[in-house]
């Protein structure tokens, strides 16, 4: 949450200050980045909302908690990202057609655009490490989405640097195209963040990598004989697992549930962000002797 909240303080900040003085200062591209902060306060918003109720508790409706409001409020920074890329490229590519249409070339825009962009990186590429690294700690899917999206502010605020200091150079096309440049970078980060967090909508584990940490863990359990079927679900960052094993057919119901709880505890105690282990036991039998 305090990523969160500062990322959207910062945000507010940025949106008013760079659309303000993109306008007065005559700069296209500082005003579509100005336009790409808006958008990122009208999302923090948003994430603040669902980022608020993933934190309510479980109950019966939802055992498992609220954390999939995580996933949902990335989806949603995924979808306004794209829609303000679009929209700021389709602007951006209007104003160089009108430019080359009139023949006429706009003065360069005013010196403190530039020193607005150069601020921006400074303040972003700051947020960018920052959310970043609590986003790992936490394995929260929205935060991370967030702090892809201050990454990609610092290249977009870059070329709006460029951009400007081109117009004042004499290359007033110069500025909109850098307009245009911001609006494909925009729309690789929604795009990013889409992929990343309808994946985690979909359940997508690494299936792989997670069912062979599974065995190189159980593997060496005493009572474990095999392991037969691993499914793993995503809710939010955290992970349920449902395990099916093989153990002697003689075991009494009380020495299998022993088995079933060292499993749980072993997995629960070695795998991070790992929640809840459902453990189903099948009598075992050797290949040698089923001949």
């Not at 609590?134 to 610092?154: C, E, F, M, P, Y």
């Not at 980060?189 to 599974?214: H, N, Q």
């Not at 960052?237 to 020495?255: D, F, K, Q, R, W």
Request: proline fraction near 3%; include cysteine; aromatic fraction near 8%.
């Amino acid at each position: 949450m305090r990523a969160v909240n500062v990322g959207l303080g910062a945000n507010a900040f940025l949106a008013f200050t760079k659309t303000g003085i993109g306008v007065f200062g005559h700069s296209p591209a500082l005003l579509a980045d100005g336009i790409n902060s808006t958008s990122d306060v009208a999302y923090g918003i948003v994430m603040w909302l669902f980022m608020r109720m993933s934190g309510k508790p479980a109950d019966k409706e939802h055992p498992y908690g609220h954390d999939q409001m995580e996933t949902i409020a990335a989806v949603v920074v995924g979808a306004f990202v794209v829609s303000t890329g679009i929209a700021i490229f389709w602007n951006s590519v209007n104003d160089i057609y009108e430019m080359i249409r009139s023949n006429q070339g706009k003065g360069g825009a005013a010196v403190i655009t530039f020193w607005m962009a150069v601020l921006t990186i400074v303040i972003k590429i700051g947020l960018t490490f920052w959310t970043k690294a609590i986003g790992k700690q936490t394995n929260n899917s929205a935060v991370i989405a967030l702090a892809h999206d201050h990454r990609n502010d610092v290249f977009a605020s870059a070329a709006v640097a460029i951009g400007i200091f081109g117009g004042r150079m004499g290359y007033p096309w110069v500025d909109p195209l850098a307009g245009a440049i911001v609006a494909l970078i925009i729309l690789r980060t929604g795009a990013e963040i889409l992929r990343s967090s309808t994946a985690d909508l979909m359940g997508t584990v690494p299936g792989k990598s997670l069912a062979l940490e599974i065995n190189t863990l159980l593997t060496p359990l005493e009572g474990v004989r095999a392991i037969e079927e691993i499914h793993a679900h995503c809710f939010g960052p955290y992970l349920v697992v449902n395990i099916t094993i093989g153990v002697e057919g003689s075991l009494t119901v009380a020495a299998g549930d022993r088995i079933a709880t060292r499993v749980e505890h072993v997995l629960i105690g070695e795998i991070e962000f790992l929640r809840k282990v459902h453990v189903h036991l099948h009598p075992f039998s050797s290949p040698q002797a089923a001949q």
